[in-house]
């Protein structure tokens, strides 16, 4: 990612496709060497369809729907939701030039059509979903960018899949959060929240009645340590935002174990980096979210890959009303008029496009990379320098024989690995009762992100043999190995290590035809599918506010320049 600003999506690009490239299986090296063994790899492609297509039917274990339409929040978001829809119609729709297909631009998009808009989004591969995506290996079986859940703590996701009617799509599990024990192999310790309970009361006894994980005397002090949150409420959390989570724990006097035993798995899987690094205000964040809302915690799988189950649906939705969506159209540059504002973007293909308004939906390490040069000298965008995309690895095995799993999202509590499930039980579309496919977070990755993924597997195959001692070997002598996939992030979201959130921009810019979009950008949900998915519309929003009345069009001299 060493490529100068006018090429920097060119290279954004190529190392998208090499990171799918990188991808492809391989027969591990080692005890790995029967990896691509087995009846499936020998039937033909059109036995496999027929099978997937039939797998489609089987009804997983799924829960009920819950009723987070009763939460303060999903209220909050869909009055958002309900404004945009009633502002007032712009006299001449404006043409928004979007660029990035992500769950940012998808959103913003999305919400644009809702205000009256159009909304042209570009995007430089040739699939939907930016950190969601996924893609069809040659037997046609998904592997995806990340294991990705469902919160009911996403009231913008949970809004956005009531109004394209596609709340069916998410698979609801039971009310728990499930962790492995290091210490008993094979063995595992869960917090279940009581359904009866309302919250914070269900969130209470859920940790009390857990006695594997913590004792009584951590338990009390760590919920001493939280009193604070608790009382002061948020502007007590974004306080927080100068000290780790190590930090904090130390801070409060919550004993060291506390840390050890829940908030490195929990740090990893919020942010895929370890409690010594992120910010303190990520973890009160979900806490606070969790512990305040009944179903908060609960998780949803979706039922198949999100670029055709959750990313199409927007897609659908945005061009049924006059908007467009334009693959392989990836951003060279931003050319700018003489007073700084867009003149057009310059496309990877040779072309040029001109618009009323302009957004990036583009993660922030290609949105520095992009940067017209006068803008980098603005505060507003020079503090992005302190955004970082964190690496991530996402890991899919394919093993001859169902493991002995749960339906649900496992923490892994593995130096290594982050969360992982096996996909086969937990997803409709990936179903398959006599073979288990897991899908693993590797995190952190940055000490990996360079290796093969040879020794990438080998490492994972150790821990599972950790987790699975009784199916899994690492000399291969007892569950095989099908296949596998490796999927390379070098820049995922960003890092939200300490002193992030005074340099997260809103998506109104100073430069008056130029908007940003992206779970970076200023919202309450940080680096999240959620936060992603509220930008876009905290964009489109804003979009609506500033132009929907103005008898200004964006493109008119302003009488002032538009970097004063």
């Known amino acids: 990612m060493q490529a100068t600003c006018v090429s920097a999506a060119g290279a954004f690009a190529a190392a998208q496709a090499s990171q799918r490239r990188s991808s492809q299986s391989r027969a591990p090296a080692g005890g790995f060497t029967a990896a691509l063994r087995g009846a499936a790899v020998q039937q033909s492609s059109a036995s496999r369809r027929a099978g997937r297509q039939a797998r489609l039917a089987v009804q997983a274990r799924d829960f009920p729907k819950p009723a987070f339409e009763e939460e303060k929040t999903f209220q909050e978001m869909a009055a958002i939701s309900a404004a945009i829809k009633a502002a007032p119609r712009p006299q001449n729709p404006l043409t928004v030039v979007i ?30 979903g930016g950190k969601v995506a996924a893609w069809k290996d040659e037997d046609g079986d998904w592997y995806e960018t990340g294991l990705h859940i469902f919160f009911g703590a996403y009231p913008n996701l949970m809004n956005l899949f009531k109004e394209l009617d596609i709340e069916e799509r998410l698979q609801w599990k039971e009310h728990s959060m499930i962790f492995a024990m290091p ?78 035993e829940v908030f490195i798995a929990m740090a990893k899987a919020l942010n895929f980096i370890d409690p010594d690094e ?190 699975f001692p009784n199916e899994v070997a690492f000399d291969g002598s007892k569950a095989q190995i099908r296949k596998y996939k490796v999927v390379k992030t070098p820049l995922s979201v960003y890092k939200t290590v300490p002193n992030c959130e005074p340099c997260r921009p809103t998506q109104r810019t100073p430069i008056r035809n130029f908007y940003l979009a992206g779970d970076y950008t200023k919202q309450r949900y940080l680096a999240s599918m959620e936060g992603a998915t509220f930008s876009g519309k905290l964009c489109a929003q804003a979009i609506a506010e500033d132009w929907n009345t103005s008898s200004v069009k964006p493109s008119q001299p302003a009488k002032q320049p538009a970097m004063a």
């Open 99 to 128: 660029a990035g297909a992500g769950l940012a631009g998808l959103s913003t998009a999305k919400y644009l059509v809702d205000a009256g808009h159009k909304p042209i989004i570009l995007e430089s591969r040739d699939v939907l």
């Open 183 to 260: 210490d008993s192999p094979g063995e595992f310790s869960r917090f279940d929240f009581p359904e009866a309970l309302p919250a914070p009361l269900n969130g209470i006894v859920a940790i009390l009645r857990n006695n594997q994980m913590l004792t009584w005397p951590e338990k009390i002090r760590f919920a001493l340590g939280l009193l604070p949150a608790i009382v002061f409420g948020q502007p007590y959390v974004e306080a927080q935002d100068d000290k780790t989570v190590t930090e904090w724990m130390r801070k409060q006097g919550v004993p060291d174990r506390v840390n050890d």
């Open 278 to 467: 992120l910010s303190m205000i990520c973890v009160l964040i979900a806490l606070n979210r969790f512990l305040q809302e009944k179903h908060g915690s609960k998780m949803a799988f979706l039922d198949g890959a999100p670029p055709e189950r959750l990313c199409q649906p927007i897609v659908d939705y945005v061009t049924a009303r006059g908007g467009e969506v334009r693959m392989k159209a990836g951003v060279k540059n931003i050319e700018l008029n003489e007073d700084g504002t867009v003149k057009q973007y310059n496309l990877l293909n040779g072309e040029s496009i001109t618009a009323d308004l302009y957004v990036s939906a583009m993660p922030v390490d290609i949105v520095k990379k992009l940067m017209p040069e006068p803008w980098g000298k603005m505060e507003f965008f020079s503090r992005l320098d302190k955004l970082v995309g964190v690496p991530v690895i996402n890991i899919h095995i394919w093993f001859d024989r169902k493991l002995t799993t749960v339906d649900h999202l496992l923490f892994s509590r593995s130096p290594l690995l982050s969360v992982y499930a096996d996909m086969s039980t937990t997803c409709k579309e990936y179903h398959d009762p006599d073979k288990s496919m897991l899908e693993l977070v590797f995190a952190p990755a940055e000490k990996w992100i360079g290796k093969s993924d040879e020794e990438i597997i080998a490492a994972t195959m150790k821990e599972l043999e950790r987790l």
